[in-house]
């Protein structure tokens, strides 16, 4: 494949991650819900031609223009198919009907039309695994497979919810609005887990090729930032998951080596950390704190503020960071808040208690089968208590499971340690 061609395919990509969702959302304000297969038909078409026209004739100088641009003419064929023509003006000229539309394509409304989505995907009707399901596949275009293995199902069962959640977008009463009230906090809760998600999935990849998926991470904090600005959506809790997503990834370009491996927070390059990043965190983190309001956020976010603030791996205040895990403990007791807890109690010196506490975690042992972060902790924590067979044991588990290249050479580089002494 020659270079330009496979530029343009890349752009494709990177373009449909981040403007695609935009397009379904606008599209499905200007001709409704029920025509929701239409328009993500429309979304992929336009796509289509862009890979086709841009491979011939070059990429136009700015791309995401030319693409809405696109999806804008390609809207106005469908009102005219759905005789939708009187829904926005009558007996007037296509210009006319162009400037209306044009409307719809102003940065502000299609934040608010992107907002309406979210909301609509997150609506009671749903269960929480469709709405999950739902919005990242039509406003963050996740494909079926990355669904499928965010939600830790098959891609044929995915497949299916998808569709009959589709279905019920298109005949249930479900509107693109901002909800209200109880309904507006209630589905606001759904939202910020759908984030967080989104943004654990870049940061802890699941593709082999991308240790780290900045696109993924980056339409979080977007998305993120539309909720905590927007007036309608203003909640201190908003603010503090934007400072715990700012914190987290003011970190990225500590955590990749040169050579495309994973380096650990204990011998990263603080150097590196993007410190403006860090003040935008500590900024949202504080005004988060204004109101006498606490959420798992806000506890996330301050022990990522924590080892912002340290100067140094040595420096860090590990016995600060506990109580902050303790707390988040009570508000979530989750198995990765209790692995993660092991880790900073292993920092104290606690090692042994730190075993305990993992291999207390209920159904330990499929989660060591099945999730390598389980066994890559256990090994890590016996390798500091110079148990060889179990270090060794619990590392190959966690490196045979892992399908990050990065994770599996890391895990073989302490198998290795363990092995040469």
């Not at 904090?221 to 997503?245: F, G, M, Q, S």
């Not at 006498?292 to 420096?315: C, G, L, R, T, W």
């Not at 159904?363 to 060591?368: A, K, N, S, V």
Request: aromatic share 6%; hydrophobic share 40%.
């Amino acid at each position: 494949m020659s270079e330009p061609i496979q530029h343009t395919e890349q752009l494709i990509d990177h373009l449909f991650r981040h403007q695609s969702g935009k397009m379904v959302a606008v599209l499905s304000h200007i001709a409704g819900l029920k025509q929701i297969h239409l328009v993500e038909d429309i979304v992929q078409d336009t796509f289509v031609n862009a890979l086709q026209h841009w491979k011939i004739k070059g990429i136009p100088e700015e791309p995401a223009a030319w693409l809405m641009q696109v999806a804008k003419n390609k809207a106005i064929d469908l009102i005219r198919r759905l005789n939708y023509h009187t829904r926005y003006v009558q007996s007037q000229s296509d210009v006319t009907v162009t400037q209306e539309l044009d409307s719809f394509f102003h940065e502000q409304e299609m934040n608010d039309s992107e907002l309406r989505m979210i909301f609509a995907c997150c609506h009671p009707s749903f269960s929480k695994e469709d709405q999950v399901a739902l919005t990242l596949k039509l406003v963050f275009s996740f494909s079926v497979g990355e669904i499928a293995r965010a939600l830790v199902v098959s891609d044929a069962a995915m497949q299916k919810r998808l569709i009959r959640a589709k279905e019920l977008l298109k005949t249930g009463d479900i509107r693109l609005e901002i909800p209200t009230g109880k309904q507006l906090q209630d589905r606001l809760a759904i939202v910020r887990t759908i984030l967080y998600l989104l943004f654990n999935e870049g940061y802890l990849s699941h593709k082999k090729e991308e240790i780290i998926r900045h696109d993924l991470c980056m339409e979080a904090i977007r998305c993120t930032k539309i909720i905590t600005e927007h007036p309608a959506t203003l909640n201190p809790i908003n603010d503090a998951l934007l400072a715990l997503l700012c914190l987290h990834a003011a970190r990225f370009d500590s955590r990749i080596s040169d050579s495309n491996e994973l380096i650990l927070l204990e011998e990263q390059d603080r150097n590196l950390w993007d410190r403006e990043l860090i003040k935008v965190g500590y900024h949202y983190l504080n005004r988060a704190s204004e109101k006498p309001v606490i959420s798992q956020y806000h506890i996330e976010a301050a022990i990522a503020a924590e080892h912002s603030m340290a100067k140094d791996f040595a420096s860090t205040n590990w016995s600060r960071i506990l109580s902050l895990y303790n707390l988040l403990s009570e508000a979530s007791p989750a198995p990765a808040v209790v692995l993660n807890r092991s880790i900073v109690l292993s920092q104290l010196g606690e090692t042994e208690k730190a075993i305990a506490q993992v291999l207390s975690i209920g159904g330990i042992e499929q989660l060591i089968r099945t999730d390598h972060q389980y066994a890559s902790v256990l090994g890590y924590l016996y390798m500091k208590l110079s148990d060889r067979i179990k270090a060794l044991s619990y590392l190959k588990q966690a490196k045979s499971i892992t399908n990050s290249p990065a994770e599996q050479k890391l895990l073989q580089t302490r198998i290795n340690l363990i092995s040469s002494n």
